[in-house]
């Protein structure tokens, strides 16, 4: 079982940065698959970005690619999402996922443990 508090939203303008941070409960939180899924208002959970067990590997999508940076910090339980030239597109509530799977996916539903989100705001 593992429990995830994201923190770090905010309101920010078009061009700036926030860094968005995930508090993993458990002692086997280096045995999961971590990552980033983003849901705006009428639309569909999308995927963000993710990482592999042991941070070595990393993916993102490509609307996010070359401006936001994924990292875990395993001993401390913790994951982190540096977002810079946030866009108003960016506009999102963001959570922060942990699975079981060796390889993430991008599909919401293959998951398995969830956060409860944190709001990111990007004016223009």
């Known amino acids: 079982q593992v429990q995830l508090v994201e923190s770090g939203g905010g309101l920010v303008q078009a061009g700036g940065s926030l860094r968005l941070s995930c508090a993993a409960s458990g002692r086997t939180f280096s045995t999961y698959v971590m990552g980033w899924f983003r849901q705006a208002p009428g639309k569909e959970r999308e995927f963000v970005a993710a990482l592999s067990r042991s941070g070595s590997s990393v993916y993102y999508a490509d609307s996010v690619k070359g401006r936001f940076t994924i990292s875990r910090d395993s001993p401390n339980n913790m994951m982190y999402l540096q977002m810079n030239s946030l866009k108003p597109d960016d506009t999102a509530v963001y959570y922060c996922?942990?699975?079981?799977?060796?390889?993430?996916?991008?599909?919401?539903?293959?998951?398995?443990?969830w956060g409860q989100g944190t709001q990111v705001t990007v004016s223009s």
């Open positions: 996922a942990a699975a079981g799977q060796v390889i993430p996916t991008t599909t919401p539903n293959q998951w398995d443990y």
